[in-house]
C-alpha cells in the first residue's frame, strides 16, 4: 500500500517564528488532507489539498503531486498550534475509494 | 451544520466484556468511515460505510468487531469481546458522496472514543 512519511517527526518553537512540516508520499493520490489534533485529542480539518497551494489565516499548503510532497506553512507561531499535525492521503491506484493512510505525525511544541 | 458525533467519549470495559461506540456523521453525508490509534501507532483505515453498504472493511483487524450502519444513518461499532490490544481512540468521519455534484472527498472527523480495555 501507499506510504506516508512525514519530518519532522518533533518540532519545537518560540512563539512568533515560522514552520515548514513535509509530508512525502509514495504513490498517486486523489486526495490529501492535512488535519491538527489539538490536546483534546481531536482531529481538525485544515486542507483538502490534492493538489496546488491554498492559505487560511497563519496556515499555507502547498501539494505538489507530480513530485510526491506536500508542505504545510505556519507563521508566526502561537501556542494554540501546539501538538500533532498528520497527513493523510487516498491512493489513486487503490482498489476503493475514501481510504486515508495516515503518516506518522509531527508533533509541535510552541513556547510562549 | 453540527459536526460528526461519538458517543461515548471515554469507555473503561474489562478483558472478555462486550463494548459499543455510535457515531453520527453529518447529515447527509453517505460516507462513513471508522479509524482507530492504538499504542501510539498511526490512525489506520477500519472500514467504509456508503450509506448502508459495507464499501471497504479490509482494515477490520478480525470478527470481533462488528460495524452496522442501518439505515444509512448512524453507525455503532461493537467490540466483543474486547481485548487489551484494542485500546486506543476510535475515529469516525464522514464525507460527502463525491460523485454527486458540489460533493468532495474531504473527510471530516468527530472527536473520537477512547477505549481503555483493562
Known amino acids: 500500500g501507499i506510504q506516508v512519511e512525514q519530518s519532522p517527526p518533533d518540532l519545537i518553537l518560540q512563539e512568533g517564528a515560522n514552520s515548514t512540516l513535509r509530508c512525502n508520499f509514495s504513490?498517486?493520490?486523489?486526495?490529501l488532507q492535512w488535519f491538527h489534533q489539538n490536546p483534546w485529542g481531536q482531529l481538525i480539518n485544515l486542507f483538502y489539498i490534492p493538489s496546488g497551494t491554498k492559505q487560511n489565516g497563519r496556515l499555507s499548503a502547498t501539494t505538489v503531486a507530480t513530485e510526491r510532497y506536500s508542505l504545510l506553512y505556519i507563521s508566526s507561531s502561537q501556542t494554540t498550534d501546539s501538538g500533532v499535525y498528520f497527513c493523510?492521503?487516498?491512493?489513486?491506484?487503490?482498489?476503493?475509494?475514501?481510504?486515508?493512510?495516515f503518516g506518522q505525525g509531527t508533533i509541535l511544541t510552541v513556547h510562549p | 451544520e453540527a459536526g460528526v458525533t461519538q458517543f461515548p467519549s471515554h469507555s473503561v470495559i474489562e478483558k472478555g466484556q462486550t463494548v459499543t461506540l455510535r457515531c453520527d456523521p453529518i447529515s447527509g453525508h453517505d460516507n462513513l468511515y471508522w479509524y482507530r490509534r492504538v499504542m501510539g501507532k498511526e490512525i489506520k483505515f477500519l472500514l467504509h460505510?456508503?450509506?448502508?453498504?459495507?464499501?471497504?472493511e479490509s482494515g477490520m483487524p478480525n470478527n470481533r468487531f462488528l460495524a452496522e450502519r442501518t439505515g444509512g444513518t448512524y453507525s455503532t461499532l461493537k467490540v466483543q469481546p474486547a481485548e487489551l490490544e484494542d485500546s486506543g481512540v476510535y475515529f469516525c468521519a464522514s464525507s460527502k458522496n463525491p460523485r454527486i455534484a458540489g460533493g468532495t472527498d474531504t473527510q471530516y472527523f468527530g472527536p473520537g472514543t477512547r477505549l481503555t480495555v483493562l
Open positions: 493523510a492521503v487516498e491512493n489513486a491506484g487503490g482498489t476503493s475509494y475514501g481510504k486515508l493512510t
Open positions: 504513490d498517486s493520490v486523489n486526495n
Open positions: 460505510f456508503v450509506k448502508e453498504s459495507k464499501q471497504d
